[in-house]
C-alpha cells in the first residue's frame, strides 16, 4: 500500500480496486475442502461461500497427497471467476510434500489467488516460499497459519514478511494442541487477538479457525465473537455452516450506508486530508470502508 505525505502526518492511500489485499479483506466465509474430494469444488461455487481453500494438508491422507495434488492443480488451471476467492493450502515447506506441492505449483500454470502455509514459524519461511511464486512469474498471495505457539509470538513479523502476504489465518487445533489447552474460543483469545492486531498492521485479512462441532448454535456464538473482535472472515468444514457465517460476517446497511460516507468524504478531499464532520479520516477507517462496500458490492452482484 502505497503512502502520501501531508503536512506532518503520513496517510496511507486507498489500495487500489479489485488487489488482492482488498479481495481476501472482503472473504467472509473460507470453505476448507480435502483436495482428494474433487466432487467437492464446485460446491463452494454454488453454496455462496466467498473464498474456496484447497487442502493438501491435514485432510488429506498420505497415500492420498499426490492424487490430491494432481486433483487441486486441474481445478486450479481453470479459468478463476470473479466472486470466488481460491485458495490451496500446500503441505508445510520444511517437508518433502510441501516441497512437491510447491514444485507441482511452480511447473503446473495453475493459479491459485494465494496458497496458505500450514504451520508457518518465521518471515524467513514466507519469504523461501515467495522466491519460487516470483519465479513461476505469478501473482499468487501467501497466507501464513498461525498454528504454533512461536508463530503467535512472530505474528507481526509475518504479516510484514512479504508484499505477496494477504491474510494470516488462525489455526486453532494445532494451537490448542502445541499450548496443553482445551480449544475453546475463550482459550485462544490471545492468539485471535494478536492475529487480529498483527493483520491490521499491514491492512490484510484475519481468518478465523473452523468451527468443529456440530451444533449451529456455538457456531453463531463463535463466529459472532470473533466478527465482534475483529477477524475478517470465518473457515467452514461443511457447507450448511457457511450461510450462518456469511450472515454474521455480512454489515449491516447503516454499516454499508456510513462506509460509503467515509469514501466519498475521501474522493471529495482529493489530495487534502479527508475528513468527515470535522474528523479526520484516518486509514483504518478507509481500510474499513473500503472492506465493507466490497462486501455489498459482492452481495449486489449476485
Not at 90 to 118: F, K, M, Q, T, Y
Not at 137 to 148: A, D, Y
Amino acid at each position: 500500500m502505497s503512502k502520501k505525505s501531508n503536512g506532518s502526518a503520513t496517510w496511507e492511500t486507498r489500495p487500489r480496486e479489485g488487489s488482492l489485499r482488498s479481495r481476501v479483506r472482503a472473504c467472509r466465509s473460507c470453505f476448507l475442502t480435502p483436495g482428494s474430494q474433487p466432487q467437492r469444488f464446485s460446491a463452494a461455487r454454488s453454496s455462496g461461500a466467498d473464498a474456496i481453500i484447497v487442502d493438501l494438508e491435514s485432510t488429506v491422507a498420505p497415500a492420498d497427497k499426490r492424487k490430491a495434488r494432481e486433483a487441486a492443480l486441474t481445478f486450479l488451471r481453470q479459468p478463476a471467476e470473479a466472486d470466488l476467492v481460491r485458495i490451496l493450502r500446500i503441505n508445510s515447506p520444511r517437508a518433502v510434500e510441501g516441497l512437491r506441492d510447491l514444485l507441482a505449483l511452480h511447473e503446473s500454470g495453475a493459479c491459485p489467488d494465494a496458497v496458505i502455509i500450514p504451520k508457518c514459524q518465521s518471515a524467513d519461511e514466507i519469504r523461501v516460499v515467495a522466491d519460487v511464486l516470483d519465479g513461476s512469474q505469478s501473482t499468487i498471495g501467501v497466507i501464513p497459519m498461525v498454528e504454533l505457539a512461536r508463530a503467535v509470538f512472530v505474528a507481526e513479523l509475518m504479516a510484514d514478511a512479504h508484499e505477496r502476504v494477504c491474510g494470516l489465518f488462525l489455526g486453532g487445533g494445532d494451537l490448542a494442541a502445541d499450548l496443553g489447552a482445551e480449544g475453546s474460543w475463550e482459550n485462544l483469545l490471545f492468539a485471535r487477538s494478536v492475529i487480529v492486531a498483527a493483520a491490521a498492521t499491514t491492512g490484510i485479512a484475519a481468518i478465523d479457525v473452523p468451527y468443529f462441532k456440530g451444533d449451529g448454535a456455538g457456531l453463531e456464538r463463535e463466529a459472532t465473537a470473533s466478527r465482534k473482535l475483529g477477524m475478517t472472515g470465518k473457515a467452514a468444514l461443511h457447507l450448511e455452516q457457511l450461510a450462518v457465517i456469511d450472515t454474521i460476517f455480512t454489515p449491516s446497511s447503516d454499516v454499508v450506508a456510513h462506509a460509503q460516507v467515509v469514501m466519498n468524504a475521501c474522493a471529495a478531499a482529493g489530495t487534502s486530508t479527508p475528513a468527515l464532520n470535522g474528523h479526520v479520516i484516518e486509514p483504518a477507517m478507509i481500510r474499513e470502508a473500503e472492506r465493507v462496500l466490497a462486501i455489498a458490492d459482492r452481495l449486489r452482484s449476485n
